[in-house]
Structure formats: structure tokens, C-alpha cells
């Protein structure tokens, strides 16, 4: 984690090298993103692409992951050119980007009204990451996009866990049988799958403490007893979220103490009460991470363990984490332990209203052969057009159904191919459609 002694504010673009800036394109040599730095005048003084449009953007690799606090905009020196309002995403990876957020929604923060004067936004909340990408919305109207830029932030380390959907760790306690008035879970998780158990522990008198993925929403059930003739039953269930199969990271807090629990997701916090009349869980043995304990007794509901990675573990004040790199816990389970992040190799790609993503044709081909996978809450929509030689293809929803029109000029006229398949995808159940 960052060091909270000090606080979180050191330049961090400043001393980084010209190869950390990249950008959408380039106005001319003098104007590329390496001379991006806030108050510097190198070459043309700031970055301006070819075209100024919606299509263009500035990026800084910060060369590892960084706790980001703020960021500061200035126009390029001395011209006509700024930049007076722009979205900010951020990466671990550089290619699946998440755009920030503040008060639920997607920011668009204000910029420039001049080439000289800087303008700085604290972060609320901070942001970890190595990559950032400034995205232009609107500019000057007397010049260009121009931007200089700067990254407030500080260093961020956190001991990182690869779980490989096999692997669990377990917890083991200090004695056979604990019974817990107080606990305090935190972990930060990231997955593209929808289903799997991020944390299990049990006791033989019926306890239990589940915290898993189900459908890409975050389901805690606990139960800390039901009275001797089953009328009060101490089982309770809540979700929280949704898509946190995303494969960007997500924060996690669980605070109980007796019955009055807080759950926590991503600064979101529920408060519920548990059901029943006790106040205390009571595990045997264990606490497991990342899937159920191996007990050779057969796993319920066919759950399936956590694969992804989650770093920062911590259980009641103990580093979970940690102990597993010192290998003070029970991690045999794992064929092979990684403590860095071992990434997907396909990403998601989120289309709003007007957004569309425009690929090139292959000439001279009389095939075509196109696979992607969906989901969507919206019963209608396109989802891919192209122009055929002698033709045109679309793939679209209708009614919350999948359906392929084919379009084909010939010598005796226009025909018309219509097919529809699959059942109702509204529903938005995680599985995804794959065309």
C-alpha cells in the first residue's frame, strides 16, 4: 500500500522519459506527446495531434503501478491550443482501460480556457494504476487540442496473489475451534469469470461465512446459528454489485461485530443485521481463500474456486498475503504460486449510444467469418454491419433475439436472407452470447 505517513503527492510524469508518452497521432514531430509536460516548452511546447476530434488521446505509462491522487492540465505553450474539457481512464495493462468514475458516473472533468494557466482536479477517490489516458472532448476554439499534463500520486505496493481457479489457501487458526464475536475482512479482487468462492470458513454447530462471485454479482452468506428446534434460522444472504467480472479491480470490506454487519464494495456500503439469535461465528479450524476448503467431503452446489487475482488479504489484522509469500499458511494446493497478476489475453469493449468500433474490409476474399461474444440490457440494437461485395450483412438484436440479415444484388434482383436464433438474451443473465 502507499505510505500513509506522507502524503500522496509527488510528480510523477515529470521525471519519467519522452518513450512513457504515447499518443492517438501526432501534429507534426515538434508537437509529440513526450513534450506533454506540465510547464515545459520543448519542441512545439505540448502535444497536438493530426486531427483535432473525439477520437484522439494522450497517454503515460508510469512505468508500474502508482496510487494516483491528482492531475493537473495546462494548454501547449505559448499558441491557441488547449484542451477545455476530458475524460480520464486509467490501466494495469495498457489495453483494458476503465474510465473514471465520481458520483456514479462516468467523469468528464473541465480543463483549459488558456495555453498558460494549469488546472488541477484532486481525485475523489484516488486511482491505482501504471497507465493513464487523457481523452479530449472539447477544445479551443480559436486553435487546436493542445495538452500539457501532470500526475500527482505517489508509489503504491501490494502483495498480489494469481489463483489459478485449482488453488486455495488456508487460514489455519491459532486453536481447533474459534467462536468470533468481531471480524474484519479486506481484499481487492479482479476476475472475467462470473463464478467463483473468494473466501469459505465453517463450524461443525452449522456456522458458516461464504463471500463467492455468482452471475458477476458479489454474494456474502453467513450464518451464525439457528436455535436447537430450527424455528429461528440464522442464515443470511446479500448480493452486492454487478459485471465485477470486468477483470479491473475491486475492493472489498466486510466489518462485523456481533450481529451488525457492514459490507462494503468498491466505497459502497450496506449495513444489514444477521438473522437469528447469536452473536458469535464459530469456525473449525480454518479460514480459505480463494475457493472451499479441501475436507474430502464433496462440495456443495458445484461452486467453483476464485480464479483471478486479489491482493491485500487481510483477516483480522493478519496479512494474508504476506503470510503466503513468507509461507506461513497452507498454500500446497497450488501447482504453481504466482505473486504477480497473470493477465487475460481478451478484453472487453464497452459501445454506448453512438460509439461503434470500425474495422477494415479484406478485399478479395468471397468468405467471412466473424465470432464475438455479447451482453447487453437493451432488447434491440446493431451489433455488426458490413458491405459485401455484392451486398450487405447485418447482425442485430430484435426483440431480445439474435437475428442475421443478408442482403445480395444479383442480375435478377435484390434477395433477402433472414434468420433469427437464440432464446431472450434481455434478461442479462452473465452468460455470454456468442455469435
Known amino acids: 500500500m502507499a505510505n500513509v505517513a506522507d502524503k500522496c503527492d509527488e510528480a510523477l510524469a515529470a521525471p519519467l522519459p519522452h518513450t512513457a508518452f504515447t499518443s492517438s497521432s501526432v501534429f507534426s514531430n515538434g508537437y509529440a506527446p513526450g513534450y506533454a509536460k506540465l510547464n515545459r516548452r520543448g519542441g512545439a511546447g505540448g502535444w497536438s495531434p493530426l486531427d483535432s476530434d473525439h477520437y484522439q488521446w494522450l497517454q503515460v505509462d508510469l512505468g508500474s503501478r502508482k496510487q494516483v491522487s491528482s492531475v493537473a492540465t495546462q494548454g501547449r505553450y505559448s499558441s491557441s491550443d488547449w484542451t477545455t474539457r476530458y475524460r480520464l481512464l486509467y490501466s494495469d495493462t495498457g489495453r483494458n482501460w476503465k474510465p473514471y468514475h465520481q458520483d456514479g458516473n462516468i467523469w468528464a472533468f473541465s480543463g483549459n480556457s488558456n ?96 463471500l463467492e462471485l455468482r452471475m458477476a454479482k458479489l454474494l456474502m452468506q453467513i450464518n451464525l446459528g439457528s436455535n436447537q428446534y ?15 467480472d470486468d477483470n479491473h479491480w475491486h475492493s472489498v470490506v466486510i466489518e462485523r461485530y456481533r450481529r451488525n454487519v457492514n459490507f462494503t464494495l468498491d466505497r459502497h456500503t450496506q449495513h444489514f443485521r444477521t438473522n437469528g439469535e447469536f452473536d458469535h461465528l464459530d469456525l473449525d479450524y480454518e479460514l480459505s481463500f480463494g475457493g472451499m476448503p479441501y475436507s474430502g467431503k ?15 488479504i487481510n483477516y483480522n489484522g493478519d496479512n494474508i498475503t504476506d503470510l503466503a509469500r513468507r509461507k506461513k499458511i497452507d498454500t500446497s494446493s ?7 497478476c497473470v493477465e487475460t489475453h481478451s478484453f ?19 468468405t467471412l467469418s466473424v465470432s464475438f461474444q455479447f451482453r447487453t ?13 455484392d451486398g450487405t450483412l447485418e447482425i442485430s438484436l430484435e426483440d431480445s433475439k439474435v437475428g442475421v440479415h443478408l442482403n445480395v444484388t444479383q442480375e435478377t434482383g435484390n434477395q433477402r436472407v433472414d434468420l433469427s436464433s437464440g432464446e431472450s438474451v434481455y434478461r442479462y443473465i452473465k452468460t455470454r452470447h456468442t455469435t
Not at 456443495?300 to 491485500?312: I, L, P, T, V
Not at 501447482?335 to 504477480?340: C, E, H, Q, T, V
Open 230 to 244: 430450527g424455528s429461528i434460522l440464522g442464515h443470511t444472504s446479500v448480493t452486492t454489485g454487478s459485471l465485477l
Open 115 to 210: 495555453s498558460e494557466s494549469s488546472v488541477r482536479h484532486e481525485l475523489q477517490p484516488g486511482i491505482v494504476a501504471r497507465f493513464l489516458r487523457l481523452v479530449p472532448l472539447d477544445w479551443s476554439e480559436e486553435g487546436r487540442i493542445g495538452l500539457r499534463i501532470e500526475v500527482y500520486g505517489c508509489s503504491y505496493w501490494a502483495g498480489v496473489i494469481n489463483f489459478d481457479g485449482l488453488g486455495v489457501i488456508s487460514y489455519r487458526f491459532k486453536v481447533k475451534k474459534m467462536k468470533i464475536i468481531k471480524d474484519v475482512i479486506a481484499l481487492r479482487f479482479k476476475t472475467s469469470e462470473s463464478e467463483g468462492v473468494i473466501l469459505h470458513g465453517e463450524g461443525q454447530q452449522g456456522d458458516y461465512i461464504t
Open 334 to 340: 497450488f501447482r504453481n504460486l504466482s505473486f504477480f
Open 298 to 312: 464433496p462440495v456443495g452446489a458445484g461452486r467453483k474456486n476464485f480464479k483471478g487475482c486479489m491482493e491485500s
Open 377 to 389: 440490457w437493451n432488447p434491440e440494437g446493431l451489433l455488426l454491419f458490413s458491405n459485401l461485395d
Open 348 to 366: 472487453p469493449v464497452f459501445f454506448n449510444a453512438t460509439s461503434f468500433l470500425q474495422l477494415p474490409g479484406r478485399a478479395n476474399h468471397d
